[in-house]
C-alpha cells in the first residue's frame, strides 16, 4: 500500500515536472502588474531567456476566519528552527500525550491549549493529521511553487513512513489553486500498533477587488490498529523481573486485531462581494522586482519580435524579383497637398511653445520624477461593505471492528446480533453528516480615517444527521436522528494598524437542538516600543453555555451505550499574556472556571495474567464548579552561538478526580547554532521534555478517546521520565533536513517511558526527515 501510495505521488510530480519543461508555459507578470501565461514553444531557436534573469520566488501565505473567509496574514513554512518537531505527534515542545507511536491519537497536557469539542468526536484526536480549512496555509505566489516533506525511522518491519507534498500555482494575479497529498504510516515497534493516514486536498482562492473566494475540499482515510495497552508494565519498568530478554514486539498486548477506522470528506466554501473604491499604494519590493522582471522580458519579447518581423521582410525581398522600373506609362499627377495657412498655425492654442532650454530639462525632470514614483505604485481597491456567505459541508463514517475480543473484556453486551463481517466479533459504525450557511453583513474597518473598527452581523443555519444503531423491543434497528440550530451573532474588531488590534463576537443560538446556547469571545492585543524593541501586552476572555455535542449524550455500540440528558457546560477564561522580543520573554496567565465539566471516563479491572477484564467506558459530567490555574513562561537565552530555550507550564486543577493535569510541565532546549561555509545553517543539541506525575488520562479504543481512569483499584500515576532527543537541524539554500535520535535515555531513569498508562514510548529511534521547496 505504501509503495503504490509512494510511487504515485512520486510519479504526479515527476509528471508536473515533465509537463512544465515540455510545455515551456509560466507565469509572467507585466509592468501593471498582470500575471499572463508565457511560452515557449514558439521561441525557433530554442533561447533560455531567463538564464541571465532572477526568478521571481515572491510567496505570500495567509489562513482565513472559518466563519467569514478573511484573510488572516501568515508566515509560509519555512522555519528551520526545531523543524526536526514538526514531524512527531508530541508536538513542537512535546506536550502531548500519545498512545507511543507516532501518527496515533493524541490529547495535550496543557488544557488551555486544548480545542474545543468538534460534532464528531471520533476524529478529534487525530488533531496532527486532520486538515481543516481555517489551518491550511494559503497561497499566492509569482512563480509555480512545489514543496516536498519526507521523513522516515526504522525499517520495513517496525518503522515510519510520512511524505507531504504541496504544489500551488497562480493562472493570474488574482487566481490560485493548488492540491496537498500528505500520506504517514507508522508500523509500530509494539505489536498491534500500525497505524496509517492518507489526507488528499484541493484548495483555491481568487482575491479580486470586488470579488473574493476561498475554496477547500479534502478527503481522507484513516485506519489504526488497536492493542489496548502491553499486558503488564513490568516488561518496561522491572525487565530485570522475566528470565527471558522481550524485546519491543515481542510483549504481549491486550489486543489484537482490532482498528478504527474514519473516512470523512469536507467540502468549504466562503466567498463575498466587495462594495468600495480606488485608491493608489506604494508597491512592496518582491512587487516592485517582479515588475522590472517582466519589463526585462517584455523588452525580449519585442527585441525577437522584430528580429523576426525583419527575417520576413528579408524573405520577402529574396522572393520579390520584379521590381518597378519607374512611373507607369499614362500616370498623372494631379494638384498640390494642401497647405496650412500660417495664420492659423499662429492661432493654434493647443500647442506650448519653450524656447528656453532650462525649462524643457526641468519639465523632463518632473516627469522623470513622476515616472519613477509611478513605478513603484499600484492602484489598490479599498473595500467598504461586503456581503459573505460562507458554506461548510461535512460527511463522515467510523467503524469501530474486532475480528478477536478477550473474554469477559467487556462488562455490558447490549446486543448479538446485527452487522457481521467474516469472523468480525464487533463491527460498530456511525455516520454523521454535517451542512452549515452562514449570511454576514460587513461594514469594514479602514474606508476612512475616521473608521476605526469593522463591523459585521451574521445569520447561520447549520444541519446535522447521525445514524447508529438503536433497540426497539428487543429489535436492532438502524436510525437516524437530525437536529437543526439557527444562530445570530455580530463582530467588531480592529485589525489593521501596528499599535492597537482587538476582536469581540457574540452568537445566540435562536431555535433548534440547541436553542440558548451563547458564546462570547473577546481578544485584543497592545504594541509599543521599549528600549528599543517591541512590548506587547494582548489579553483574551470568553464565555460559553453551550450543550455537549450530540455524540456525547447519545451513543450506540456493542459494548458501549449511553443516552445521556446533560445540563449546559457553562466555560468562562481569562487570560493575558507579555511579550518582550528585546529579552526573548513571553509570559501567559490565565484563570478558567467550568460548571457541568463534560469528560470522558473509563474502567477496568486487572486479571492475574495482565489482561483486561469488566471494561465499561461512558461520558460523565461534574455539576460542581472546576477551577483552572495556568502560568507558561516562555524564555530564551542566547550566549554567542550557544543558545538554551525554555518552556515552563504550571497548572492547577481544582478537582483532579475529573481532570487531572500535571503541576508542572518542562521543555528545555539546548543548542549550538552556527553557520558552515556561511551557506549551511546548523542547530545542533538536545531538548527534553518533562512533567511531573499525575493521574494521565487512559486511552479507551472502542470510543477512540483518552478517559479519565476511574477504577482507583487499577489507575496508576505517570510523569518524572526525562524524554530526551538529541539532533543535528540544518537549512541550505531553503532546503530543511535534520538527523535525530528520540528518547536517548529509554530504558534509564524510572523505566517509566508512558505518556498513557501502559502504552510505552518507542525506544531510541533515528530519524531522519527533508522539506525541499522548488520554484520553477
Keep these: 500500500m505504501y509503495r ?21 508555459d509560466f507565469n509572467q507578470i507585466d509592468e501593471n502588474g498582470n500575471v499572463s501565461r508565457r511560452s515557449e514553444n514558439f521561441n525557433k531557436h530554442s533561447k533560455d531567456t531567463t538564464q541571465h534573469k532572477e526568478i521571481p520566488k515572491g510567496l505570500y ?40 507511536s ?59 513512513d510520512h511524505i507531504d507534498a504541496k504544489f500551488a500555482v497562480n493562472a493570474n494575479k488574482r487566481l490560485n489553486f493548488g492540491f496537498d497529498l500528505d500520506y504517514a504510516y507508522a508500523r509500530g515497534y509494539y505489536s498491534n500498533q500500525n497505524v496509517s493516514h492518507f489526507n488528499g486536498t484541493l484548495f483555491g482562492s481568487y482575491l479580486g477587488d470586488r470579488y473574493q473566494m476561498h475554496f477547500f475540499f479534502n478527503a481522507a482515510h484513516q485506519k489504526a490498529s488497536e492493542n489496548g495497552g502491553i499486558t503488564t508494565d513490568d516488561y518496561v519498568t522491572h525487565p530485570e523481573s522475566f528470565t527471558d530478554n522481550y524485546t519491543e514486539s ?81 500616370a498623372k499627377v494631379v494638384g498640390k497637398e494642401p497647405q496650412r495657412d500660417a495664420l492659423d498655425i499662429a492661432a493654434d492654442t493647443t500647442r506650448i511653445k519653450i524656447d528656453d532650454q532650462a525649462a524643457i530639462d526641468s519639465l523632463n525632470r518632473l516627469q522623470a520624477i513622476q515616472d519613477s514614483i509611478d513605478a513603484t505604485m499600484k492602484r489598490e481597491y479599498v473595500p467598504v461593505t461586503s456581503f459573505i456567505h460562507t458554506l461548510d459541508i461535512s460527511n463522515y463514517n467510523h467503524i469501530y471492528q474486532a475480528y478477536s475480543t478477550p473474554t469477559n473484556y467487556y462488562q455490558n453486551t447490549y446486543y448479538k446480533q446485527g452487522l457481521v463481517y467474516g469472523n468480525d466479533s464487533i463491527y460498530d459504525q456511525v455516520k454523521h453528516q454535517h451542512i452549515k450557511n452562514t449570511l454576514a453583513l460587513a461594514l469594514l474597518e479602514g474606508f476612512n480615517k475616521y473608521v476605526k473598527a469593522g463591523l459585521k452581523a451574521f445569520v447561520s443555519y447549520e444541519h446535522n444527521t447521525y445514524q ?15 437536529e437543526y440550530n439557527l444562530t445570530f451573532g455580530a463582530q467588531l474588531s480592529k485589525t489593521q494598524g501596528k499599535t492597537l488590534h482587538f476582536n469581540l463576537t457574540a452568537e445566540r443560538w435562536l431555535s ?151 503541576d508542572l510541565n518542562i521543555f528545555t532546549n539546548l543548542y ?52 530526551i532527543d538529541v539532533y543535528a537541524n540544518m537549512t541550505l539554500k531553503g532546503v530543511r533536513f535534520f538527523l535525530v535520535m528520540t528518547n536517548v535515555v529509554n530504558n534509564g531513569a524510572n523505566h517509566m517511558k508512558f505518556l498513557t498508562p501502559h502504552y510505552p514510548t518507542n525506544g531510541s529511534v533515528i530519524h531522519f526527515g527533508v522539506s525541499w521547496p522548488f520554484f520553477n
Design 4 to 24: 503504490r501510495l509512494s510511487t504515485l505521488i512520486v510519479a504526479l510530480l515527476a509528471l508536473a515536472h515533465v509537463s512544465a519543461q515540455t510545455d515551456r
Design 61 to 100: 501565505t495567509w489562513t482565513i476566519d472559518r466563519r467569514f473567509g478573511d484573510v488572516i496574514p501568515t508566515e509560509p513554512d519555512t522555519l528551520s528552527h526545531l523543524f526536526m518537531n514538526t514531524t512527531f505527534n508530541s508536538g513542537m515542545y512535546g506536550d502531548y500525550n500519545t498512545t507511543g
Design 102 to 160: 507516532n501518527y496515533t491519537a493524541r490529547l495535550s497536557r496543557i488544557f488551555i491549549d486544548r480545542p474545543y469539542g468538534d460534532y464528531f468526536i471520533f476524529t478529534e484526536p487525530y488533531s496532527f493529521v486532520n486538515k481543516k480549512p481555517d489551518e491550511l496555509l494559503y497561497m499566492n505566489t509569482l512563480s509555480p511553487y512545489t514543496s516536498v516533506l519526507y521523513d522516515n525511522c526504522g525499517d520495513k518491519t517496525n518503522g515510519e
Design 250 to 330: 515481542e510483549i504481549p498486548t491486550v489486543l489484537s486485531k482490532n482498528w478504527n477506522r474514519n473516512d470523512h470528506q469536507h467540502l468549504f466554501l466562503s466567498h463575498r462581494y466587495n462594495i468600495g473604491f480606488y485608491r493608489m499604494v506604494k508597491m512592496t519590493d518582491e512587487e516592485i522586482k517582479a515588475r522590472q522582471f517582466a519589463k526585462e522580458s517584455m523588452k525580449e519579447h519585442e527585441a525577437e519580435k522584430e528580429q523576426q518581423d525583419a527575417d520576413k521582410k528579408e524573405l520577402r525581398k529574396e522572393k520579390d524579383t520584379k521590381k518597378p522600373t519607374g512611373r507607369p506609362e499614362g
Design 468 to 482: 447508529m444503531p438503536e433497540l426497539e423491543n428487543g429489535l436492532l434497528l438502524w436510525n437516524k436522528w437530525k
Design 512 to 662: 433548534g437542538a440547541d436553542a440558548g446556547d451563547m458564546t462570547i469571545d473577546f481578544s485584543t492585543d497592545l504594541n509599543f516600543p521599549l528600549f528599543g524593541d517591541t512590548v506587547q501586552l494582548a489579553a483574551s476572555a470568553f464565555y460559553q453555555q453551550c450543550n455537549p455535542v450530540f455524540l456525547q449524550a447519545t451513543y450506540h455500540s456493542k459494548h458501549i451505550w449511553w443516552d445521556n440528558n446533560f445540563d449546559r457546560e457553562k466555560r468562562s477564561r481569562i487570560e493575558g499574556m507579555f511579550s518582550y522580543q528585546k529579552t526573548n520573554t513571553k509570559l501567559r496567565i490565565a484563570a478558567e472556571n467550568i460548571k457541568n465539566y463534560t469528560y470522558y471516563g473509563m474502567s477496568y479491572d486487572l486479571t492475574d495474567n495482565g489482561g483486561r477484564k469488566n471494561m465499561t467506558a461512558g461520558v460523565y459530567q461534574e455539576g460542581e464548579n472546576i477551577q483552572i490555574l495556568t502560568a507558561q513562561l516562555h524564555q530564551n537565552f542566547r550566549l554567542g552561538p550557544l543558545n538554551w530555550e525554555n518552556v515552563i507550564t504550571y497548572q492547577k486543577s481544582s478537582n483532579k478526580e475529573v481532570l487531572p493535569l500535571p
Design 672 to 723: 549550538l547554532k552556527f553557520k558552515i561555509a556561511k551557506v549551511l545553517g546548523v542547530e545542533l543539541g538536545a531538548d527534553a521534555t518533562y512533567f511531573t506525575k499525575y493521574y494521565a488520562p487512559d486511552f479507551c479504543p472502542a470510543i477512540n478517546q483518552f478517559a479519565v481512569q476511574k477504577n482507583e483499584a487499577s489507575r496508576i500515576e505517570l510523569g518524572e521520565f526525562p524524554f
